[in-house]
């Protein structure tokens, strides 16, 4: 199901947004990109990046570095493993047709200049039983803020190895009350989900699935072999003078944690 954008048969860039287009995904909430939009040579320089971030995953703290399925133990084997921040932790990202492609897309969404407001990164080992609880990201924001996340794809992705999941018309929902979820990192809503109003993300490799802050969506266990990859960045249009300061501080927190990991990482390689 791809409700709203066009783009080349290719999966070379998105060529545009037509009024009606953008009318269905800010009515639905979300839209779906089920063709590539960029190439399995791309693909393959995003997880060039991010694998080894994740190789690394017990070097950061705890406000990094979650386990989105369980309690997170160190040295043990995460059931959904999520790194924040991951393009200050691996900068290069930045530059890669991925992440251009991505902002693209927001920037089309938002009719402005949406600078990248979060990113993470969650790999979902094979055959793990951890899902992600039904959420919106307005549930994680305080700010109140209008968002655009950019779901890619590092894989196929099907409901055999927990694609995204939303609910058809949940961005017109407003605000739902969310609540924290025992013995686990995250949030979910206290209300029931109509089953029947659900969409799975079916998506090849390169696909992506883009949503609003108010886009109700989960994901599945993984119940293949593999592991199932995915980048998200959330766009937002510029913050005020107070929230610019904040994140030029915490983007120098993610600096030196960026740093100290670096330096074990070299040091254990000597």
């Given at each position: 199901?791809?409700?709203?954008?066009?783009h080349t048969p290719s999966g070379g860039h998105v060529s545009r947004v037509t009024e009606e287009q953008r009318a269905v995904f800010d009515q639905e909430g979300f839209v779906l990109f089920d063709e590539p939009l960029i190439s399995a040579t791309d693909v393959a320089e995003i997880r060039a990046l991010?694998?080894?971030?994740?190789?690394?995953?017990?070097?950061?703290?705890?406000?990094?570095?979650?386990d989105l399925g369980g309690e997170r133990?160190?040295?043990g084997q995460p059931l959904v493993a999520e790194l924040e921040y991951v393009t200050l932790l691996a900068p290069r990202l930045m530059r890669t047709r991925g992440v251009k492609v991505c902002t693209d897309i927001a920037q089309t969404l938002f009719g402005r200049r949406a600078p990248i407001a979060f990113s993470h990164s969650?790999?979902?080992?094979?055959?793990?039983?951890?899902?992600?609880?039904?959420?919106?990201?307005?549930?994680?924001d305080p700010t109140g803020r209008k968002t655009v996340a950019v779901w890619l794809a590092l894989q196929d992705t099907d409901q055999s190895n927990g694609c995204m999941r939303y609910l058809l018309g949940s961005q017109q929902g407003g605000l739902l009350e969310h609540h924290d979820i025992p013995g686990r990192h995250g949030r979910t809503i206290s209300a029931e989900v109509d089953e029947s109003r659900i969409v799975n993300a079916v998506l090849p490799m390169g696909g992506a699935a883009v949503h609003r802050e108010f886009a109700l969506h989960s994901a599945g266990p993984n119940n293949t072999d593999e592991a199932r990859r995915s980048l998200i960045l959330e766009f937002a249009p510029p913050l005020d003078a107070k929230d610019r300061l904040r994140v030029r501080l915490n983007r120098a927190k993610v600096a030196r944690v960026r740093r100290a990991v670096n330096r074990k990482t070299s040091a254990a390689a000597a």
């Open positions: 199901m791809r409700l709203g954008f066009v991010l694998d080894p971030l994740f190789t690394r995953f017990d070097d950061y703290p705890d406000w990094i570095a979650h133990v160190r040295g969650v790999y979902k080992p094979g055959h793990s039983p951890g899902t992600t609880p039904w959420h919106q990201d307005a549930g994680y």
